[in-house]
């Protein structure tokens, strides 16, 4: 069965630092890999997804994530994070033959001080 | 375009009471999914509608809920009887296609069970 893990359960950081959220999957099929971000209070919106193709996607907000399909990982980065990026990203997967459903992992706060 | 609009945004019930959560997807998207999210974790998926269609409901409690998304309106999660464990935020989220196509998540619906 497919699992997702997000290794930091919380990640501080300093304004202007670069940041890696790590996500980890497991599945034994094809997955489509996505990156959501939550503000307090709010849904979900989407930083980015991989479908297939390059394995380096760029996103909104100066997000990027690479799909490494050996080590089975979808890290997210961004070189230089600012206050507003505070909020809780979630790392997800989709299996193709699955009709789209999202299996989430545990989500990583990431908290961005001055 | 109007995003996902999810209501109530807060309800509270007693124990033993129905909860009845509404989706209104986003205009001509014909796919619904619904997710809950348990205090400290992320996302559980729930079910998957398509317009009169169950199509998954793999990740639905046996007893107490359901969901239905009729061709006219907005699309029901209903929990019967309510119990304390019920109590959590339940976000929907609306894709045209499914499949890999992105979902809009609404805001939510935060149920607290007394």
């Known amino acids: 069965a497919q699992s997702v893990t997000q290794l930091d359960s919380q990640v501080p950081v300093f304004e202007e630092a670069p940041v890696e959220l790590r996500c980890n999957y497991s599945?034994?099929?094809?997955?489509?890999l996505f990156w959501y971000v939550q503000y307090p209070n709010q849904g979900l919106q989407l930083l980015l997804k991989?479908?297939?193709?390059?394995?380096l996607v760029k996103g909104i907000n100066g997000f990027e994530a690479e799909f490494n399909k050996s080590q089975t990982s979808f890290h997210l980065r961004k070189p230089s994070v600012h206050i507003s990026d505070t909020a809780e990203y979630f790392c997800a997967v989709s299996e193709a033959n699955q009709g789209g459903k999202l299996i989430f992992g545990q989500g990583t706060e990431l908290s961005v001080k001055p | 375009n109007a995003g996902v609009m999810q209501n109530p945004r807060h309800l509270v019930r007693r124990r033993g009471q129905e909860a009845r959560l509404r989706c209104s997807p986003m205009k001509g998207h014909s796919h619904v999914y619904w997710y809950r999210q348990l205090p400290e974790e992320g996302l559980k998926f729930m079910v998957y509608l398509q317009k009169e269609n169950i199509i998954d409901e793999s990740g639905m409690p046996k007893e107490r809920f359901s969901a239905e998304f009729p061709k006219e309106g907005p699309s029901i999660l209903r929990i019967q009887q309510v119990v304390r464990g019920d109590s959590a935020a339940y976000f929907c989220?609306?894709?045209?296609?499914?499949?890999?196509?992105?979902?809009?998540f609404g805001p939510g619906t935060r149920l607290t069970v007394l």
């Open positions: 989220a609306s894709s045209p296609q499914g499949l890999t196509d992105t979902q809009y």
């Open positions: 991989y479908l297939s193709g390059s394995t």
């Open positions: 599945s034994s099929v094809s997955v489509y």
